[in-house]
């Protein structure tokens, strides 16, 4: 009996799909452990001095304020301005590029809760200009919109919500060049996610 050409191909198919489901479970495992076996070494690493570390910082300045009494101390751009004065006299550091393990492993366990707080520091000091950013922008305080957005980005934020909210506020103000601008900016630079940043301000301009 001579068995159809379609069947053989699909015995074929069915066979090598699970020997590559069988190697794929099995590097996944491999992983695993090596994930694993690294983090127990991790959380036995000696605690190391961070006493030279880098810390960031930043005067008040890079906070754009409003003109006097342009809003009462309930409103949210008043929350977020002394929300981030208070944060300007607090330990910041960027360890975006660490991942927990690695951080354990660089410093040890023992200053992982202290690196951790400046971290947290940091991203939530570049959290409140992008949400100050916003709250004029809501306003339509373009300009003090567009300063604070720039102030996000001068301070080392990657996010591409700060430079799309910027393309916006650009946009806003009738000045689609500054947007052309932005995108020079980032081709330039060696921000690694600049292809999906200058394809959504490229969408943004393609807007006016």
């Known amino acids: ?37 690294r983090e127990e070494q991790a959380n036995f690493a000696p605690k190391q001095d961070i006493s030279d570390l880098p810390l960031l910082h930043f005067e008040e300045s ?13 409103d ?3 929350t977020y301005i002394k929300e981030l004065k208070t944060l300007l006299r607090e330990p910041m550091i960027d360890l975006s590029e660490y991942t927990n393990t690695d951080l354990k492993l660089a410093y040890g366990v023992a200053n992982f809760t202290t690196l951790s707080g400046y971290d947290d520091n940091y991203n939530s000091f570049l959290l409140l200009l ?31 919500a700060d430079y799309t909210g910027l393309a916006k506020v650009y946009i806003a103000m009738d ?32 807007k006016y």
């Open 175 to 206: 000045k689609p060049e500054k947007v052309s601008e932005l995108i020079d900016e980032v081709e330039a630079s060696d921000n690694q996610r600049s292809g999906g940043i200058i394809e959504a301000l490229k969408r943004e301009l393609s």
């Open 1 to 37: 009996m001579i068995i159809p050409v379609f069947i053989i191909i699909f015995v074929i198919f069915i066979a090598w799909t699970q020997y590559e489901m069988k190697k794929s479970s099995k590097e996944a495992e491999k992983a695993n452990e090596a994930f694993w076996a």
């Open 62 to 74: 890079v906070i754009p304020m409003p003109p006097e009494g342009a809003f009462t101390e309930e």
């Open 130 to 160: 992008t949400n100050l950013a916003r709250g004029y922008e809501r306003r339509e305080m373009y300009e003090l919109s567009a300063q604070t957005y720039r102030s996000a980005l001068s301070c080392g934020s990657l996010k591409l």
């Open 76 to 78: 949210d751009v008043s």
